[in-house]
């Protein structure tokens, strides 16, 4: 997605000094809801065969003063496009208990600002599993910094395990205010979505802060367990009216008529309104839940939640449903980064009768 506060102002700048009115900016040439401002483009490397050449990696568990202990790096290395375009991999737990796989392409954009994270640890003799997404606008900064940095920060709190909530609120807001102040000397003014998921125990903590989204299957029934932080929700423009902000359209719902999201890290012009703080899901695992599939709006703007999930039910393997998802909003038009992680939970090696957050799974 594209944040476009620098080129709508450089347009009013532009036009104001050239006697346009503003009633005429909107013959502006843009593409998508975003407002892209290079629609004549084609990039060559966008337009050739979607090739599944595949990247497998796996990050290293982070230090955690309870009991630190990195993941065991169980994942091949495989061929990969050089530029970073596409990457997708795939990894199981040793017990046997999760498995998931992920890919992220650039499609049709000049840029990748996508990232995500997989982190598995150990903690005070208890594994924990950590999958998100970062889906960058205005630049890829923001969405780089959080891959980075929040979830060693969030297994780094001090009640990450006994209040699993509160550590990810806090975590949440405290790498927002970091991001801002490292950043506080540069004139960028990027941001960035987050949707993560974290499994403590037999439970899963699903925390989602902008446009990006979370879905599970359960018995075989799509449920969101996010909700999109769009500026025309209710509760969310309520919010930011209240703050002295407006919403504005151009194009879409916006904040300030700029940002088309209306919580996200970073976005220092916007900061009074456009927050971090996110909203959470808990959910109990249960032998009805059977999969989870994190994705940025690159996926959910042509792939409904319905439709995401019965493709991932259909393959076995999480990495060939996460390239299945890749490909199959590619094919239908989506014009954004495409990142997707899928994680399928195996109830034939869970115990889910185990009390949560006690000895070792």
């Known amino acids: ?28 040439r843009v593409c998508g809801r975003d407002l892209d401002v290079w629609p004549r483009f084609y990039f060559p490397q966008s337009r050739r065969r979607f090739r599944a050449t595949v990247r497998m990696m796996l990050d290293s568990g982070s230090s955690q003063p309870l009991e630190p202990r990195p993941a065991a790096n169980v994942l091949r290395e495989k061929d990969r496009e050089d530029d970073g375009s596409y990457a997708s991999g795939g990894w199981k737990s040793e017990d046997g208990k999760l498995s998931c796989g992920y890919s992220s392409f650039r499609g049709k954009r000049a840029s990748m600002e996508d990232f995500f994270d997989v982190k598995i640890s150990k903690i005070d003799g208890q594994t924990v599993s950590l999958f998100g997404v970062f ?12 891959k980075e940095h929040l979830f060693e920060n969030l297994m780094k709190h001090p009640q990450f395990m006994t209040d699993t909530k509160l550590a990810i609120t806090e975590t949440y807001q405290k790498t927002d205010s970091d991001f801002l102040d490292a950043e506080s000397s540069t004139f960028r003014d990027d941001g960035s ?16 802060v902008g446009d990006s989204r979370a879905v599970i299957s359960k018995a075989g029934k799509a449920i969101p367990l996010s909700e999109d932080h769009k500026p025309n929700r209710g509760d969310e423009r309520k919010r930011i009216e209240n703050a ?11 904040v300030g008529g700029v940002l088309a999201m209306s919580r996200a890290f970073g976005n220092r012009n916007l900061k009074q309104f456009v927050v971090a703080d996110p909203e959470i899901q808990e959910e109990r695992i249960d032998d009805k839940l059977e999969l989870l599939v994190l994705a940025t709006d690159g996926l959910w703007d042509v792939v409904a939640n319905e439709d995401a999930i019965s493709l991932a039910r259909a393959e076995e393997v999480p990495e060939a449903a996460a390239r299945k998802l890749t490909e199959t909003a590619f094919s239908r038009g989506s014009a954004d980064n495409i990142t997707c992680i899928v994680v399928r939970f195996h109830h034939d090696t869970m115990d889910i009768d185990d009390p949560p957050l006690s000895g070792e799974n």
């Open 1 to 28: 997605m594209v944040c476009i506060a620098s080129i709508k102002d450089f347009i009013v700048r532009t036009t104001s000094l050239r006697g346009f009115s503003s009633s005429k900016l909107g013959h502006f």
């Open 135 to 146: 889906d960058g606008h205005g630049g890829s900064r923001a969405a780089e910094y959080l």
């Open 244 to 254: 002295g902000g407006v919403i504005m359209w151009a194009g879409t719902w916006r």
């Open 193 to 208: 979505t987050a949707s993560t998921a974290v499994l403590v125990g037999n439970y899963l903590y699903v925390a989602n």
